[in-house]
């Protein structure tokens, strides 16, 4: 069993950034694959990113490339997203979740609460 519990929203310019974390309890986490998804107001949820268990790979879609980071440090327990160049359409509640598959955007079997992220313009 894997809790998770999502920190670091809140309201930010265009152009800023942000750093979400994601602690995770359970003695198991380093070894599930940790994701980050979002949801608008109004749209589906969707995938941001990915991270293996070890760390050494990632996945991310395509609108944030280049902009998003995901990272992990398993000693902590935790899951990072940083969120550099921050757009009006990332606006959206962001979710931690864990998976035992791969990098991609289905299989998760736990998730967080959610955070909220609203960009201005």
């Known amino acids: 069993q894997v809790q998770l519990v999502e920190s670091g929203g809140g309201l930010v310019q265009a152009g800023g950034s942000l750093r979400l974390s994601c602690a995770a309890s359970?003695?198991?986490?380093?070894?599930?694959?940790s994701g980050w998804f979002r949801q608008a107001p109004g749209k589906e949820r969707e995938f941001v990113a990915a991270i293996s268990w070890s760390g050494g790979s990632t996945n991310y879609a395509n609108s944030v490339k280049g902009r998003f980071t995901i990272s992990r440090d398993n000693a902590k327990n935790t899951v990072y997203l940083q969120m550099n160049s921050l757009k009006p359409e990332d606006t959206a509640v962001y979710y931690c979740?864990?998976?035992?598959?791969?990098?991609?955007?289905?299989?998760?079997?736990?998730w967080g609460q959610g955070t909220q992220v609203t960009v201005s313009s």
């Open positions: 979740a864990a998976s035992t598959q791969g990098l991609g955007s289905s299989g998760y079997d736990y």
């Open positions: 359970g003695r198991t986490f380093s070894s599930y694959v």
